[in-house]
């Protein structure tokens, strides 16, 4: 198996992991009460999910 002919330098080893970062979580707003909330999920404040109760908020 071949041999690397130069160690690799840390920076080059940097630039390579540093390309690899997770990007943030997307967040939709609602506009009825305009808090935020990830998509295509039921949103926890108030229970609704396209437009549709889906779940009961005790209050």
């Known amino acids: 198996m071949g041999q690397p002919k130069r160690k690799q330098s840390k920076q080059r080893s940097g630039k390579r992991r540093g390309?690899?970062?997770?990007?943030?979580?997307q967040l939709a707003r609602d506009?009825?009460?305009g808090n935020l909330?990830?998509?295509?999920?039921?949103?926890p404040?108030?229970?609704m999910y396209r437009g549709r109760q889906i779940v009961e908020i005790k209050d």
């Open 31 to 33: 506009p009825a009460t």
């Open 19 to 25: 390309a690899n970062v997770f990007p943030g979580t």
């Open 37 to 43: 909330f990830k998509p295509h999920h039921v949103n």
């Open 45 to 47: 404040e108030t229970g």
